[in-house]
């Protein structure tokens, strides 16, 4: 079976196609006496159910799928050639009575996912939550655009624009500050670039100079894709596969781990992440922007065929804790040494357990 999320995608466009077919009554009155009926037929079925044909020619399931199964009568049927003796009507009624057919059966579809249709959602889900990160600072910057704009034209008619606030409420710029507003001028300082140079203009993609508000940008996408990961897609591909959960493993998904302990736990950050095996994009103490090579390699990097294997699932110790205290200087001094190291806590401490215990043991 596809996976819900899947179903849901589909169920919508099937029901835009509905929608579009209740607020048009056009095909009622088309017939082969219209003057341009040759052209306009075609119109109508592309006008009605152009959502369907767009994501059944990039989107289509797998052939032999219950998905494709459900859906291919809708294809075939507005795929089917048009008679353009018969009135459009009748024609179209059949058409949607394949619609409504196959968005019954999308609710009762049931059974096991397949770890390629589970893959395929990850794929989707990283895609869409990249995008929304990326474009979502546009929106403040056509803020800051409009405010650069409304001000040059309060100087070239030489008269006064006083100071501004924005109103988080109205998305208005406003006179009086209240518990709503924020200072236009922080705002711009915050998520504007800024000028650039005639040097920064003169790179192949000048774009790359950005404010460090584009961390949180970032942290948006990292968080959700790797929680999502975590929380549900590991848990899918391994009933898919077969196997445990812990034999649905990537270094490309272990990276973005490193990379939202990052942005949560270090204010974004490299700290972590500088151990990255895959998504080697930032050095201990940089700000975690992603530039836009980063993103390509993000996309293309994709682990698409790993998924499809479970892993062998490695032998591992339950490490057990330690039951004793330590001077709070000594703890202190030993988490620095073992991060200045680059080495887990629970590794660090084993060698000093190991080294204490060798220097007391009797020799021989």
Request: with cysteine.
């Amino acid at each position: 079976m596809a996976t819900q999320a899947a179903i849901e995608r589909w169920d919508k466009i099937l029901h835009e196609v509905e929608k579009a077919r209740e607020g048009w009554l056009y095909p009622e009155a088309m017939t082969p006496a219209y003057r341009d009926f040759v052209r306009g037929l075609p119109m109508v079925i592309e006008t009605i159910f152009s959502p369907f044909l767009h994501a059944w020619d990039t989107d289509r399931p797998d052939e032999g799928s219950d998905l494709f199964r459900t859906l291919e009568p809708v294809a075939r049927a507005v795929l089917a050639p048009l008679d353009f003796a018969r009135p459009a009507l009748p024609q179209v009624d059949p058409m949607m009575a394949t619609v409504t057919e196959a968005r019954s059966k999308l609710g009762q579809l049931e059974g096991p996912t397949t770890a390629a249709e589970v893959v395929a959602e990850i794929e989707h889900l990283l895609k869409v939550t990249v995008l929304v990160a990326r474009v979502s600072h546009q929106g403040s910057m056509k803020i800051v655009d409009d405010e650069l704009k409304a001000r040059f034209e309060a100087i070239n008619k030489n008269t006064t624009r006083g100071a501004k606030y924005l109103d988080l409420h109205t998305f208005q710029a406003v006179e009086q500050p209240s518990k709503t507003t924020i200072s236009m001028q922080v705002v711009m300082s915050m998520v504007d670039p800024g000028i650039a140079t005639l040097q920064e203009r003169m790179r192949p993609i000048p774009e790359e100079s950005y404010p460090p508000i584009m961390k949180q940008f970032a942290a948006q996408w990292v968080v959700n894709v790797y929680t999502d990961w975590e929380e549900h897609f590991r848990g899918q591909l391994a009933a898919a596969l077969g196997c445990d959960k812990a034999a649905v493993r990537s270094d490309y998904f272990a990276d973005l781990g490193k990379m939202r302990h990052d942005y949560v736990h270090n204010r974004g950050i490299c700290k972590t992440s500088a151990r990255n095996k895959v998504l080697k994009w930032f050095g201990k103490g940089d700000t975690m922007i992603p530039l836009h090579a980063n993103y390509r390699h993000l996309l293309t990097a994709f682990p698409g065929e790993e998924l499809l294997t479970a892993k062998p699932t490695p032998v591992t110790v339950q490490p057990q804790p330690v039951k004793a205290k330590a001077n709070p200087e000594l703890a202190r001094q030993f988490e620095d040494v073992a991060d200045r190291l680059e080495m887990s806590k629970d590794a660090a401490l084993d060698q000093a357990l190991s080294e204490w215990i060798a220097a007391r043991l009797p020799s021989g």
